[in-house]
């Protein structure tokens, strides 16, 4: 059984474009994560959700748009892509907001060209 | 502000040798400390943490991890490497309430036959 899952796994579109990242975890979480690892393998959180509520909200682009249907989905939608928007992104899911173990996805390989 | 400092983005050991990967934090309050392992083209899996209670953690696969304040560091240990050690790793670090999880650059760990 699949812990978090992500949908796709890879995706690969021209600038310009409007694309959307799946995420839904299993594991009866509250909280919700993405994430984004560039090139050289550093990790930075995005958005968090708790309860479907909108928690953390680093310094990204407005044309990052974060959606929680329910606790068991959040997904990415990304407006306007750019090359810089390439990256690995990762959803997560904890129990409660601080101190929890996070469980990751598999990751999504955006590739803007 | 809390961060960490992974001293190595890569360390090579022969097989059987004893891993050591380091990891310094910073932080105002108490953290919670934690590490992952990244193996290629998938996501985080959590190895162990440290949330305030037994200083020496024991994680999978053998490592292990000592906290100790008086040097603001908690490094990864294993006393004997294997081939399938071979992977990044992430130092991260976070404290109680709405806050995100914020990691270090990662070390990728290289095991030699």
């Known amino acids: 059984d699949t812990a978090v899952s992500q949908t796709p796994k890879y995706l690969v579109t021209q600038m310009g474009n409007d694309k959307s990242i799946k995420c839904e975890q299993n594991l009866g979480h509250d909280t919700m994560y993405w994430y984004k690892q560039d090139s050289k393998k550093f990790l930075k959180i995005m958005f968090s959700?708790?309860?479907?509520?909108?928690?953390i909200n680093e310094t990204v682009p407005n044309r990052f748009s974060p959606k929680s249907p329910d606790k068991a989905h959040l997904n990415l939608h990304i407006n306007s892509l750019e090359l810089g928007d390439s990256a690995v992104y990762f959803c997560a899911s904890s129990q409660g907001l601080a101190g929890g173990e996070q469980y990751f996805g598999p990751g999504t390989r955006l590739t803007v060209t | 502000a809390q961060s960490v400092t992974q001293l190595g983005s890569h360390v090579s050991v022969s097989e059987g040798a004893l891993v050591l990967l380091r990891c310094n934090y910073s932080s105002s309050v108490p953290p919670y400390l934690f590490w992952y392992v990244q193996y290629p083209n998938q996501g985080l899996q959590l190895l162990l943490k440290?949330?305030?209670?037994?200083?020496l953690v024991k994680g999978i696969n053998d490592f292990e991890a000592e906290f100790k304040k008086s040097e603001t560091s908690f490094h990864l240990t294993k006393p004997s490497a294997h081939m399938s050690d071979a992977a990044e790793y992430f130092c991260?670090?976070?404290?109680?309430?709405?806050?995100?999880?914020?990691f270090g650059k990662g070390t990728r760990l290289s095991v030699i036959a």
């Open positions: 991260a670090v976070t404290r109680a309430g709405n806050t995100p999880l914020v």
């Open positions: 959700y708790n309860n479907k509520e909108l928690i």
């Open positions: 440290y949330t305030s209670a037994a200083t």
